[in-house]
């Protein structure tokens, strides 16, 4: 036995036609090498200004501090001369007041060492030119003094020369002020010029240095994000690099010709999931592959969704086409089991939509009901008759078997049918009946079987049929030998095949339905002259229940009286407590041709035109003729009342309104007997008042 081919073996699949290990370098581009020297520059720039800036700054503060250094001494000399200048001139104005030239030449050779000294000071500290203007003020206001000691010295001193002598020496002295307050302006401008341009140049290097700041900033962002995508980058590519090996899932690449050149561990996993344990990876690709290939290459764009078998496994697979590299990309992935759940899922999708159909035609059909229903009896009586009846009815009750209930019009077929329904193991479930004899024949087959949609002209959707609504209930056929012959043929079908298809459909419906029927005819006859089916008349006679008239069971009209008394009573706002002898006398002597349907209707009459508290019931005819003659005073309960409302408001001269009106007699309100006078076609006599 030949070895099977060995694996595929699993390198890194990478851009190329050969495959290499997994290398972020060659995917991501790191930063560029431009940008990075460039960062570099401009940061030695940007710390060579800013040293610069340093040091600039740095010199022109020591000039600074040298300048105030070497005028401090100067400012503090003028700031003591004008303290023996202002000195001075005190003296001379004091020594021409007391002529005291003793006290004078004290004070005043004290205050000119003073100056003297001072003058010394400040020609350390000055230029030459200030030292001498310096110089020539004081010695000028020296020699005024002098003249001004020898006019008072004199022993006729001339007032007026020493007055003007006084007054030269006040201008040199503030002359001096002056020149002095000059000089200091000019150290003050001097230190200020100074300050200036160590501000100026500090803005003009501190504004080239913003600019290569901000420029730094600039290029370092640069970087700092190149850097960030890259490593990021570097790091995404190795994730995607070492994904196809890391992944459950099956990968393939194919070359252009669709031969495959990388598989990843997850494809010998699934190619040990369809059964093919060290096989090739091409097994899990479509048989038709290259036509497939063809039209991927063809697509716009170049992707698609495969789903083809293989063997008994489903394959769900997307393929790509990679244009710049001419390979073709395959992931495929085992769907048999989503695919399994996906029909389970249908088909319960179906089910709930076939059960929400049935539940709104059932809907449909008992809103029906709702509208259509007429008052019926329950199964009231204790007789012995009816007693046997229900007798039979529990017997067959736990039973499938189908029930023939036979008996005149009005004695209660319907409320026997569902007594029986309400006895069986089915009561859970729906009871469902259809009039036979209230369909139109061409109707009957749909009402029962039902129909699909477009099935005939009207049938805009698919509609259940009886049977199907009854679905594991009851379904009770009244008037069963009115049925059409074609469809007697069909419900024979049904009753022994439990099967049916819908008019205009082809799909066979399955039901389990237990067959209720009744009628007032004479089946047997009916089977004789062709009317109805002998093999759907034996079908359906497995069970025959009679229904005794109400003729033959009197002893049971007291308590169908007291029933519909006590329902009419409520139905019609009525307060009758109870029913008079002769009424009770009456009901029982008569023989009802029409059975309980005419009972319920004389006592709903009776109880409409009743004034007090007992009802009371008018003569019915003669009861001893026979059960079959209809008594000549028999009427039908709306002509009763007709006649009965026109003697009320004849009597009531037609007035319906107030408390000696019509209404009030009959104990209806006004709306209500205008309402009847309408229904009936009760109208005042034109002549009347």
Same mark, same amino acid.
């Not at 009816?386 to 409320?415: C, F, H, M, Y």
């Given at each position: 036995?030949?070895?099977?081919?060995?694996? %595929?073996?699993?390198?890194?699949?990478?851009?190329?036609?050969?495959?290499?290990?997994?290398?972020?370098?060659?995917?991501?581009?790191?930063?560029?090498?431009?940008?990075?020297?460039?960062?570099? $520059?401009?940061?030695? *720039?940007?710390?060579?200004?800013?040293?610069?800036?340093?040091?600039?700054?740095?010199?022109?503060?020591?000039?600074?501090?040298?300048?105030?250094?070497?005028?401090?001494?100067?400012?503090?000399?003028?700031?003591?001369?004008?303290?023996?200048?202002?000195?001075?001139?005190?003296?001379?104005?004091?020594?021409?007041?007391?002529?005291?030239?003793?006290?004078?030449?004290?004070?005043?050779?004290?205050?000119?060492?003073?100056?003297?000294?001072?003058?010394?000071?400040?020609?350390?500290?000055?230029?030459?030119?200030?030292?001498?203007?310096?110089?020539?003020?004081?010695?000028? =206001?020296?020699?005024?003094?002098?003249?001004?000691?020898?006019?008072?010295?004199?022993?006729?001193?001339?007032?007026?020369?020493?007055?003007?002598?006084?007054?030269?020496?006040?201008?040199?002295?503030?002359?001096?002020?002056?020149?002095?307050?000059?000089?200091?302006?000019?150290?003050?401008?001097?230190?200020?010029?100074?300050?200036?341009?160590?501000?100026?140049?500090?803005?003009?290097?501190?504004?080239? %240095?913003?600019?290569?700041?901000? =420029?730094?900033?600039?290029?370092?962002?640069?970087?700092?994000?190149?850097?960030?995508?890259?490593?990021?980058?570097?790091?995404?590519?190795?994730? *995607?690099?070492?994904?196809?090996?890391?992944?459950?899932?099956?990968?393939?690449?194919?070359?252009?010709?669709?031969?495959?050149?990388?598989?990843?561990?997850?494809?010998?996993?699934?190619?040990?999931?369809?059964?093919?344990?060290?096989?090739?990876?091409?097994?899990?690709?479509?048989?038709?592959?290259?036509?497939?290939?063809?039209?991927?290459?063809?697509?716009?764009?170049?992707?698609?969704?495969?789903?083809?078998?293989?063997?008994?496994?489903?394959?769900?697979?997307?393929?790509?086409? *990679?244009?710049?590299?001419?390979?073709?990309?395959?992931?495929?992935?085992?769907?048999?089991?989503?695919?399994?759940?996906?029909?389970?899922?249908?088909?319960?999708?179906?089910? %709930?939509?076939?059960?929400?159909?049935?539940?709104?035609?059932?809907?449909?059909?008992?809103?029906?009901?709702?509208?259509?229903?007429?008052?019926?009896?329950?199964?009231?009586?204790?007789?012995?008759?009816?007693?046997?009846?229900?007798?039979?009815?529990?017997?067959?009750?736990?039973?499938?078997?189908?029930?023939?209930?036979?008996?005149?019009?009005?004695?209660?077929?319907?409320?026997?049918?569902?007594?029986?329904?309400?006895?069986?193991?089915?009561?859970?479930?729906?009871?469902?009946?259809?009039?036979?004899?209230?369909?139109?024949?061409?109707? =009957?087959?749909?009402?029962?079987?039902?129909?699909?949609?477009?099935?005939? #002209?009207?049938?805009?959707?698919?509609?259940?049929?009886?049977?199907?609504?009854?679905?594991?209930?009851?379904?009770?056929?009244?008037?069963?030998?009115?049925?059409?012959?074609? #469809?007697?043929?069909?419900?024979?079908?049904?009753?022994?095949?439990?099967?049916?298809?819908?008019?205009?459909?082809?799909?066979?419906?399955?039901?389990?339905?237990?067959? $209720?029927?009744?009628?007032?005819?004479?089946?047997?006859?009916?089977?004789?002259?062709?009317?109805?089916?002998?093999?759907?008349?034996?079908?359906?006679?497995?069970?025959?229940?009679?229904?005794?008239?109400?003729?033959?069971?009197?002893?049971?009209?007291?308590?169908?009286?007291?029933?519909?008394?006590?329902?009419?009573?409520?139905?019609?706002?009525?307060?009758?407590?109870?029913?008079?002898?002769?009424?009770?006398?009456?009901?029982?002597?008569?023989?009802?041709?029409?059975?309980?349907?005419?009972?319920?209707? $004389?006592?709903?009459?009776?109880?409409?035109?009743?004034?007090?508290?007992?009802?009371?019931?008018?003569?019915?005819?003669?009861?001893?003729?026979?059960?079959?003659?209809?008594?000549?005073?028999?009427?039908? !309960?709306?002509?009763?009342?007709?006649?009965?409302?026109?003697? $009320?408001?004849?009597?009531?001269?037609?007035?319906?309104?107030?408390?000696?009106?019509?209404?009030?007699?009959?104990? !209806?309100?006004?709306?209500? !007997?205008?309402?009847?006078?309408?229904? !009936?076609?009760?109208?005042?006599?034109?002549?009347?008042?």
């Amino acid at each position: 036995m030949p070895l099977p081919p060995p694996p %595929v073996p699993f390198p890194l699949p990478l851009p190329g036609n050969e495959a290499r290990p997994a290398d972020a370098s060659v995917l991501v581009k790191p930063p560029a090498r431009g940008l990075v020297i460039a960062f570099i $520059v401009a940061t030695v *720039i940007s710390v060579v200004l800013a040293s610069a800036v340093y040091l600039q700054t740095r010199a022109l503060e020591q000039a600074s501090e040298r300048l105030f250094t070497m005028r401090l001494p100067a400012l503090e000399a003028i700031s003591s001369l004008r303290g023996p200048i202002a000195a001075q001139q005190a003296i001379l104005y004091r020594y021409y007041a007391s002529r005291d030239v003793n006290e004078f030449r004290q004070l005043y050779r004290s205050n000119h060492a003073m100056l003297v000294t001072q003058l010394d000071k400040l020609e350390n500290t000055l230029d030459d030119q200030d030292a001498t203007i310096c110089r020539i003020g004081l010695g000028e =206001v020296q020699s005024l003094a002098e003249q001004l000691e020898s006019a008072l010295s004199s022993s006729r001193p001339d007032d007026g020369a020493a007055m003007a002598l006084l007054s030269q020496v006040g201008m040199h002295a503030d002359q001096m002020g002056g020149e002095l307050a000059s000089i200091v302006d000019d150290i003050r401008r001097e230190f200020s010029a100074s300050v200036e341009e160590t501000h100026a140049a500090t803005r003009f290097i501190a504004f080239i %240095v913003y600019g290569y700041s901000a =420029v730094l900033l600039l290029l370092g962002t640069l970087v700092a994000f190149n850097l960030k995508r890259y490593f990021e980058a570097s790091g995404h590519q190795r994730t *995607i690099a070492l994904f196809p090996e890391r992944n459950p899932s099956a990968v393939l690449r194919l070359d252009s010709r669709g031969a495959i050149t990388y598989a990843n561990p997850g494809a010998r996993d699934l190619l040990a999931v369809i059964g093919h344990t060290g096989g090739e990876p091409l097994r899990l690709l479509p048989d038709d592959l290259a036509e497939r290939l063809h039209a991927l290459r063809e697509a716009a764009p170049p992707s698609a969704d495969w789903e083809y078998a293989v063997g008994n496994r489903i394959l769900h697979c997307k393929a790509h086409y *990679i244009e710049q590299d001419d390979v073709f990309h395959a992931y495929p992935v085992d769907v048999t089991a989503q695919r399994e759940a996906e029909r389970a899922l249908n088909d319960a999708l179906g089910q %709930v939509s076939e059960l929400g159909k049935r539940l709104a035609d059932e809907n449909v059909y008992l809103k029906a009901e709702m509208l259509t229903a007429t008052p019926s009896s329950d199964i009231v009586g204790q007789s012995p008759r009816l007693n046997e009846v229900l007798a039979r009815i529990d017997q067959v009750a736990g039973t499938s078997a189908t029930v023939l209930i036979l008996g005149e019009s009005g004695v209660g077929k319907e409320s026997l049918a569902r007594a029986l329904h309400d006895r069986s193991d089915r009561r859970d479930r729906p009871f469902i009946k259809l009039n036979c004899a209230a369909i139109p024949s061409n109707l =009957v087959e749909s009402e029962l079987f039902g129909h699909e949609k477009g099935a005939f #002209t009207g049938a805009a959707t698919r509609r259940l049929g009886r049977f199907e609504l009854a679905d594991g209930g009851t379904l009770f056929l009244d008037e069963i030998g009115e049925l059409p012959p074609d #469809t007697q043929a069909k419900l024979l079908r049904v009753l022994q095949e439990h099967e049916f298809e819908r008019v205009g459909g082809q799909t066979t419906v399955k039901v389990d339905v237990r067959i $209720v029927v009744a009628t007032h005819r004479d089946l047997k006859a009916m089977v004789k002259d062709g009317s109805f089916r002998a093999d759907l008349y034996y079908r359906i006679n497995v069970f025959p229940v009679e229904l005794p008239p109400l003729r033959q069971r009197r002893e049971d009209i007291p308590a169908l009286v007291a029933h519909f008394l006590k329902k009419f009573s409520t139905d019609h706002g009525k307060a009758i407590d109870g029913v008079s002898a002769r009424a009770l006398e009456r009901l029982q002597a008569y023989d009802w041709p029409g059975n309980i349907r005419e009972l319920q209707n $004389v006592i709903e009459r009776a109880t409409i035109v009743c004034r007090g508290s007992v009802l009371d019931v008018p003569p019915l005819g003669d009861s001893t003729g026979p059960s079959t003659a209809t008594p000549t005073t028999a009427l039908d !309960l709306e002509s009763v009342e007709r006649r009965h409302i026109i003697q $009320v408001l004849g009597d009531r001269n037609w007035v319906i309104e107030g408390k000696s009106g019509a209404a009030a007699a009959l104990g !209806l309100a006004a709306g209500t !007997l205008r309402s009847r006078m309408k229904k !009936l076609g009760i109208e005042r006599p034109r002549g009347g008042g």
